[in-house]
């Protein structure tokens, strides 16, 4: 299983930049997706998630201003993050779980079996 990540860049605060994540070796549809970020000198933290029955789950950080999709006939999954906000600077990182992962656990980085590269995202005040 692979999972990349891409779409990061540096913007200024109030701009909008969607990240993706192509999956290969597994499909998307079956498995719990999520974004997660790590910003210097911080532990990595949940962002969003997209369960195998389609509901998401957002961060209460970034609700109402990002929004997780998913093409299932690309197995790529998205983040469209808008207006940024120079705390939203950090490495993002898309992850892929059990399907049958419960709520509690899906906002945790352990259960994740496999993740992408990270991508960076740097937003400027």
């Known amino acids: 299983v692979q999972l990349q990540a891409s779409g990061g860049g540096l913007v200024q605060a109030g701009d909008s930049l969607r990240l993706s994540c192509a999956v290969s070796?597994?499909?998307?549809?079956?498995?719990?997706m999520s974004w997660f970020r790590q910003a210097p000198g911080k532990e990595r933290e949940f962002v969003s998630a997209?369960?195998?029955?389609?509901?998401?789950y957002y961060a209460d950080s970034v609700k109402g201003r990002f929004a997780i999709s998913r093409d299932i006939a690309k197995n790529t999954m998205y983040l469209q993050m808008n207006v940024l906000k120079p705390e939203d600077t950090a490495v993002y990182y898309c992850a892929t779980g059990s399907g049958r992962m419960i709520l509690s656990t899906l906002k945790q980085a352990g259960p994740y079996d496999y993740w992408g590269q990270g991508t960076l995202v740097t937003v400027s005040s």
């Open positions: 997209f369960r195998s029955s389609g509901t998401t």
């Open positions: 070796g597994r499909t998307i549809s079956s498995y719990t």
